[in-house]
């Protein structure tokens, strides 16, 4: 594990974030943090102290989960009023505070009841608000229906205008997975050897539509294995980065905020086309253990994300703190730092023992 572990092994008391700052060049250290309901101001500044203290430059809060929002907004049903005070506390720390935002999912019941129109539709032709692939969640909406657009930018628009945020990441910004991780098919009683229609999205009027007027295809009606059409695959990787490129990234970066994605390394399952995305940085959740991988897929990866962006910019190693031991942690962050990575991102802030901040 080269000098990090050694200087970490010989120096008693050692922190390690100081010695990445000060040795090697700029590593950026993210987090992603999911609020809790009813703490005082005390506490959330004792958690960014804590945190900058250990070396913690930028925060990605969540503050939409496709259920509630964490900030004011008349298109959402609020859960506490929180985003603009952690802003606050976050510039007083000094670390960078970021809007973590879900993107396609929309759990709202008063959207299920009165827009079933917005949902996903499977090769099977079932909903996705009534019959969401894998987990309860995954209530998807279709990124080609008009309102649903209108319905994200809104959001969008609302946090891009919240005076001191750094900037908005979004997350599910993609299609529901037509093929989940490897490690994960057991979990949830799946065997996917193949792309099968019941998790393969969006079969709308709209999608099938603006499809056939491109190509004079139905792909529900004229092709025999849809999910096997070059053409067919290409308009929903289309469709999510027209979404991004066209629309997010003018918005946000109109009001000198920047704007950043949590991506798959699987891309081609979930329609995630990403390194043709032109935002400010990406953060590819390199959750080796979802893919029954070593750690050195890190590294793997994060190269060929460099290679493959037609707009380069930073990637930040997403990093699964549940499946890391802190003498792995070590080791995944040396990987990503020889990778080129411009830096970590840890999910969550739930899983950040002081054994892990003492690492960063």
Same mark, same amino acid.
């Given at each position: 594990m080269g000098i990090l572990s050694m200087g970490i092994a010989s120096t008693a008391g050692f922190?390690?974030?100081?010695?990445?700052?000060?040795?090697?060049?700029?590593?950026?250290?993210?987090?992603?943090?999911?609020?809790e309901t009813g703490l005082s101001l005390t506490e959330w500044h004792k958690r960014f102290d804590r945190l900058k203290q250990h070396g913690i430059d930028a925060i990605l809060i969540q503050v939409y989960n496709?259920?509630?929002?964490?900030?004011?907004?008349?298109?959402?049903?609020?859960?506490?009023?929180?985003?603009?005070?952690?802003?606050?506390?976050?510039?007083?720390a000094?670390?960078? $505070?970021?809007?973590?935002?879900?993107?396609?999912?929309?759990?709202?019941?008063?959207?299920?009841?009165?827009?079933p129109e917005f949902y996903a539709i499977n090769g099977l032709g079932q909903p996705s608000f009534s019959n969401p692939a894998y987990v309860g969640y995954y209530k998807f909406m279709c990124p080609n229906n008009p309102d649903v657009r209108e319905f994200i930018l809104n959001n969008v628009r609302i946090l891009s205008n919240v005076s001191g945020l750094d900037g908005i990441h979004l997350d599910y910004i993609r299609y529901p997975d037509v093929i989940i991780a490897p490690a994960l098919q057991p979990k949830y009683h799946v065997i996917q050897d193949k792309e099968y229609p019941q998790f393969d999205y969006c079969y709308c009027k709209v999608c099938r539509d603006k499809f056939k007027f491109e190509t004079g295809i139905d792909p529900l009606k004229d092709l025999t294995e849809?999910?096997?059409?070059?053409?067919?695959?290409?308009?929903?990787?289309?469709?999510?980065?027209?979404? $991004?490129?066209?629309?997010? $990234?003018?918005? $946000?970066?109109?009001?000198?905020?920047k704007i950043t994605a949590a991506v798959f390394p699987n891309w081609e399952s979930v329609r995630q086309q990403w390194f043709k995305w032109n935002l400010d940085g990406f953060f590819p959740m390199l959750y080796h253990n979802f893919y029954n991988a070593p750690l050195e897929w890190i590294g793997e990866n994060i190269k060929m994300q460099i290679a493959d962006l037609e707009n380069p910019k930073p990637i930040y190693?997403?990093?699964?703190?549940?499946?890391?031991?802190?003498?792995?942690?070590?080791?995944a962050i040396e990987i990503a730092y020889k990778a080129k990575s411009s830096g970590i991102a840890l999910f969550s802030h739930d899983h950040l023992s002081e054994s892990l901040l003492c690492i960063i």
């Open positions: 922190n390690s974030s100081c010695y990445w700052r000060e040795t090697k060049k700029p590593f950026k250290k993210w987090v992603w943090l999911i609020p496709s259920h509630k929002a964490w900030y004011k907004t008349p298109n959402l049903p609020l859960e506490e009023n929180l985003l603009e005070t952690l802003i606050r506390i976050g510039k007083k000094g670390i960078e $505070v970021h809007a973590w935002i879900w993107i396609m999912p929309n759990n709202n019941p008063y959207y299920i009841e009165n827009n849809p999910s096997a059409n070059d053409s067919w695959r290409q308009f929903r990787y289309n469709s999510i980065t027209k979404l $991004v490129n066209d629309e997010l $990234v003018p918005i $946000v970066n109109s009001q000198g905020k190693a997403g990093l699964f703190l549940p499946s890391l031991k802190p003498e792995e942690l070590i080791k």
